[in-house]
């Protein structure tokens, strides 16, 4: 397996604007987990899906955030309007609750708002 | 959950042995004591678990008292490689799949 595929890895967008970043899991994983990591709130749980079902968003920080797991295969999650202080790097992992104690992170989303 | 303590950076040479102390005062019964690792520009990666005594890997090994209010990750020979933030998570996968809450880390530093 290829491990946790996001993208875009860099996304460069003027405030006000959607954004959306994408996830696919890897396969067979039952649980999704979205991150966003900045430097001063270091790396923070927004949101997580166990079998494509959101279980808890209550680190989602505004309603201008959503995420959505349509099937087990993909995730997003979307930032509409986005602003400067959204700029982080989002981190989308997975894992088989029951089988392994691991997590597998992707390699990230560089969002930069300006 | 519980909450964890750890040192905010840790400075050591190649070839010593590194050792992490993490406190959790607050554990429960049913949780786990894991250890992530993540380099600049990626996303964490899984060392190591433990409930309780020791557990050995290729990686690293985890001291856990007998209470458990606290744990060590002990890392081998560091090399240059080995700089990078160390988080200890408190509760996690096995807990009905329970949250994977991130504190602020440990920033090692190896140096030559």
């Known amino acids: 397996d290829a491990g946790v595929i996001q993208s875009p890895r860099h996304e460069v967008t003027e405030m006000g604007q959607e954004v959306t970043l994408r996830c696919k899991p890897i396969s067979g994983h039952d649980y999704l987990f979205w991150y966003r990591q900045t430097m001063m709130r270091g790396l923070e749980l927004l949101i997580y899906?166990?079998?494509?079902?959101?279980?808890?968003d209550s680190g989602m920080p505004e309603d201008r955030f959503s995420a959505k797991m349509p099937n087990a295969s993909f995730s997003t999650l979307k930032i509409q309007p986005s602003e400067p202080r959204d700029s982080a790097v989002y981190f989308c992992?997975?894992?088989?609750?029951?089988?392994?104690?691991?997590?597998?992170f992707g390699q990230g989303t560089r969002l930069t708002v300006v | 959950l519980a909450k964890t303590t750890q040192p905010i950076s840790m400075d050591s040479y190649e070839g010593q042995e590194v050792n992490i102390t993490c406190s959790h005062n607050?554990?429960?019964?049913?949780?786990?004591i894991t250890w992530y690792q993540q380099f600049p520009s990626q996303g964490p990666r899984f060392i190591i678990q433990g409930y309780k005594t020791k557990v050995t890997n290729e990686v690293a090994s985890l001291f856990i008292p007998a209470d458990r209010k606290s744990s060590t990750l002990s890392l081998p020979r560091v090399s240059l490689s080995d700089t990078a933030v160390y988080y200890c998570l408190v509760g996690g996968l096995y807990n009905q799949g329970g949250k994977l809450i991130f504190g602020q880390g440990t920033e090692l530093s190896v140096k030559p």
């Open positions: 607050n554990i429960a019964t049913n949780d786990y």
């Open positions: 992992a997975s894992s088989l609750v029951g089988s392994t104690p691991e997590a597998f």
């Open positions: 899906f166990n079998n494509n079902v959101p279980i808890d």
